[in-house]
């Protein structure tokens, strides 16, 4: 499967995208949603002493004894129904935007790829935002909520629905420079270790962790502001002496007085750490799941232009390498050898109302201009 088929295919169809988007990012979150958790208690400003984890494996093998196994997991419904819908639209907006703006040099590949990272990061925050507000507040230590459902509909009566989006501004602000790296950091490390972009499991894995190790470093500081504002920790709160804290620059402040530099970086190991195999998890699947609708469509045009051809009686099946043929190639491993019929006057307008590969119309036209001449 050469380069333009394999890219020009899932461009025009959102189905594909949207669902390869959807099961990539379900798998990428419920994965490593107890890395997560950690993250989320180890970015504390002032944690509990029960809750003071100095490595991710101290904090998972803590969860689990003093809080039992299903600890680590503890809000990850609310991941699975967010991490669905908001995948599916990132990943098709992506291509989308990507097909939408051809490049043709270097310059202008990255700057398309960043603008089709933050263009679809704008429809995934959309709905991750309520989604890791609500899986958020049921990370913490000795979070009051027994179910997702229960953590929303208690929320919503005592802060309202703004609540749910309290941190929508800071998350765009960490997610369009994050998806904008992530996005260029991927494509670079394709065109470095694949650049006839040919499907290849290993290296879609290594440029997925690659990238996400990269973006999840750069913005590690407006994370923790992310986790403050959804979070609003009671002893931090006090501590500041505020009700409540409101906004990006609030946020930066508090972190600045309780923590000092060294604040903005808290759970930089376990951000890290858990958007490596992360992103690595998500392209992969999104590509496997790419390739393999790419190789059934392809399959299924091979058959209906072959029943098409010889119906019309443009083309005949042969297997005899004898006689005037024209290999057809359905992929890298299958082919066709098809020989023109009686009306081969007609060949090259038929295969062209199909929409057949250039390649073959043009072998086709030889044999027709072969044909006449006779």
């Known amino acids: 499967m050469d380069f333009d088929d394999y890219e020009s ?43 003071a984890y100095r490595s991710i494996r101290e904090g998972l093998v803590k969860m689990v004894s003093s809080e039992g196994i299903m600890r680590p997991l503890g809000g990850v419904s609310a991941v699975v129904i967010g991490a669905g819908p908001a995948h599916a639209l990132y990943f098709s907006a992506y291509e989308k935007i990507k097909s939408t703006f051809p490049s043709d040099n270097s310059l202008q590949i990255h700057a398309t790829n960043a603008a089709a990272g933050c263009g679809a990061t704008l429809l995934h925050d959309a709905i991750m935002v309520p989604a890791d507000f609500v899986k958020q507040r049921m990370q913490m230590y000795n979070s009051p909520y027994r179910s997702c459902f ?44 694949n650049p006839d972009r040919q499907y290849n499991p290993g290296v879609h894995m290594t440029a997925g962790a690659a990238a996400g190790a990269v973006a999840a470093a750069c913005t590690t500081p407006l994370d923790m502001c992310k986790t403050l504002l959804n979070t609003q920790e009671t002893s931090t709160l006090a501590q500041v002496q505020e009700s409540r804290i409101v ?4 946020a930066l402040r508090t972190i600045y007085i309780m923590n000092g530099i060294t604040g903005f970086f808290k759970g930089l190991q376990a951000r890290v750490l858990y958007q490596m195999p992360g992103t690595a998890i998500s392209w992969s699947i999104y590509e496997l799941f790419k390739h393999y609708m790419v190789q059934k469509q392809n399959e299924s045009m ?19 390498e004898s006689e005037t043929a024209i290999k057809f190639s359905i992929d890298s ?19 062209r109302s199909l929409h057949m590969p250039s390649s073959l119309t043009a072998n086709c036209a030889a044999a027709d201009d072969n044909w006449l001449g006779k």
């Open 333 to 351: 491993e299958k082919s066709m050898r098809l020989s023109l019929g009686a009306t081969t006057n007609k060949t090259v307008e038929r295969l």
């Open 150 to 193: 229960e953590c929303m509909s208690k929320l919503y009566r005592a802060e309202g629905v703004g609540a749910f989006y309290r941190s929508y501004t800071t998350q765009l602000a960490m997610n369009i420079p994050f998806h904008a790296i992530h996005i260029v950091t991927y494509e670079k490390c394709q065109k470095w270790l």
């Open 302 to 320: 091979a058959q209906h232009y072959d029943s098409e051809l010889v119906k019309d009686r443009v083309i005949r099946d042969t297997g005899n």
């Open 9 to 51: 295919l899932p461009t025009g169809n959102v189905g594909i995208h949207m669902t390869a988007g959807a099961v990539a990012g379900i798998m990428e979150h419920c994965v490593m949603f107890p890395v997560d958790s950690v993250k989320t208690r180890m970015q504390s400003l002032a944690p509990s002493p029960e809750a």
């Open 247 to 250: 906004g990006i620059m609030s």
